[in-house]
């Protein structure tokens, strides 16, 4: 009987031994895998503060504020593949550094054209010798042609089924290295085309555009023929005012009105008084011709439809066409005058105006004086 116990005793003894051995080896394991764990992070910290020794020396050296730019110029100078599903913020730092940066070569200078392309969300490429730079959309193109050093030859803008033709304001712009009035006419550009339908719908529209654009320059040069009218007798007194033709980006302008303020301080020596007098878009008061797209459809025209080029009468009245399917055709489109300011309107004139061309001039119900000072006091939200 005094040999159960002890039986029982051996026969228990290896389960428990075994249970000590897997016990003593997790904590073997637990153990080694904090030292492990430990190790790595003191390397890190190593490496950390290795590195941060590494900047603080070179922060502490004393580094020519030219060779800093010439290191960031020539990192900016790397051609890199850019698109726009890359990091937002990063696109942002590059376009601010390229805006800080001075063109003063032609890969600076390729380099600044394809960052506006981007920043309208337009496509660029450059030519096979890097001297022509391509910025494009499904509509349009314009073609920036640069020498060997960077320095412009000519801009050239050319819509859908058209040839290029040369943008003197352009051309301008980027000769005084003007790219923020260059950005605005890609935008202007990019904003003539947000038109419904797809690429054929909005080339008719287009010309339907470039038709108006036509008959309302034949009306404003028959009125000066057939009166002899300088700038300002045009806008004050002409069917369609003083008309600027559209270049680049900015839309066609009429100037209808400007006051004695206006001419007074635009001084004697200005070209006002001229007959081919240059006058500034912002003179007075203006509005610029555009087609938008509407959900109903109205009879556009598709060709020019002022027959000849005299006028009928000592005013200056053109002779137009009969309307047809041949010079006319149904689109969600309709024209529209803009106003540079905002201008109130007696609500009588505006039921004239619908009248007379059977479009409805506001979709909105038209807000009443009072509201428009205030309205222009009021600050612009912020970005």
């Avoid at 900047?55 to 051609?79: D, F, G, S």
């Amino acid at each position: 009987m005094a040999a159960g116990p002890g039986v029982s005793m051996q026969s228990a003894s290896p389960a428990r031994e075994l249970s000590l051995s897997v016990q003593q080896a997790g904590n073997q394991t637990h153990g080694e895998r904090i030292k492990s764990e430990e190790a790595t992070e003191a390397e890190k910290q190593n490496r950390m503060a290795a590195l941060l020794e590494k900047l603080h020396a070179k922060h502490n050296a004393a580094r020519p504020w030219q060779e800093t730019c010439k290191i960031v110029r020539l990192a900016m100078e790397k051609r890199l593949v850019i698109t726009a599903a890359g990091h937002p913020l990063m696109l942002t730092c590059l376009e601010t550094l390229q805006r800080a940066l001075k063109v003063s070569s032609l890969p600076s200078m390729t380099d600044r054209l394809e960052s506006i392309a981007r920043q309208n969300l337009l496509g660029s490429h450059l030519s096979p010798s890097g001297t022509e730079c391509y910025i494009t959309s499904d509509m349009f193109y314009v073609e920036v042609q640069l020498d060997t050093n960077g320095q412009l030859v000519d801009v050239k803008v050319a819509h859908q089924g058209e040839n290029p033709t040369s943008c003197p304001e352009l051309i301008q712009h980027l000769r005084e290295k003007n790219f923020e009035e260059f950005s605005k006419h890609l935008k202007g550009l990019v904003e003539l085309y947000k038109l419904p339908g797809d690429n054929k719908l909005k080339t008719k529209m287009y010309i339907a555009l470039q038709s108006l654009e036509l008959d309302l320059t034949k009306m404003m040069h028959m009125f000066r023929l057939a009166t002899s009218a300088n700038a300002v007798e045009t806008i004050l007194h002409g069917g369609v005012g003083l008309l600027t033709a559209r270049s680049g980006g900015h839309l066609v302008s009429l100037q209808c009105y400007v006051s004695p303020y206006d001419i007074f301080e635009e001084g004697p020596d200005s070209q006002l008084n001229s007959p081919d007098g240059i006058v500034p878009r912002s003179l007075g008061v203006s509005v610029s011709v555009t087609i938008e797209g509407t959900t109903a459809t109205y009879k556009l025209p598709i060709a020019p439809l002022i027959s000849g080029s005299h006028p009928v009468d000592n005013k200056g009245t053109p002779s137009f066409s009969t309307v047809t399917n041949t010079n006319c055709v149904d689109l969600p489109a309709c024209f529209f005058l803009k106003m540079n300011r905002p201008m109130p309107f007696s609500l009588s004139f505006i039921q004239r105006l619908g009248n007379a061309t059977s479009i409805p001039v506001f979709e909105s119900p038209p807000r009443p004086l009072t509201s428009l000072p205030v309205n222009c006091a009021e600050p612009a939200p912020a970005p």
